[in-house]
């Protein structure tokens, strides 16, 4: 692999583990604070909303596809609607994401 794509890979692990040590060590630091006089902390309102946030920005950059003609369309929509189904039926999150990749791999290479 090139130097720029093991920069980019290194820098998206160092981002992704920064954004679940941050809130971690803030929190412990909040908590220790708090130890002595036996009073418990609430939460940050901005703390119980990011974990959500940060898998809605990466559905909804997932739901584009790279190439934007009709087959990569296709193959995304029915990816989204394998998942969709198999979720409802479910109520898991293993079995409907591998299936939606399953499904999304098929038609990208039934279509071409």
Known sequence: MSQ??????VSIAVGTYLI???PYLWMRKKLAKHENDET???MPDWLTVSGPAMIAAMLG???????????SWTATVAGLLATLLVWSKTKSMGLPTLTG?????AVKVVLG
């Open 4 to 9: 720029e794509m093991w920069l980019t890979l």
């Open 101 to 105: 990749v399953v499904v999304f791999g």
């Open 20 to 22: 679940r040590l941050l």
């Open 40 to 42: 418990t902390p609430d």
């Open 61 to 71: 950059s997932s739901l584009v596809p790279v190439h934007l003609t009709i087959p």
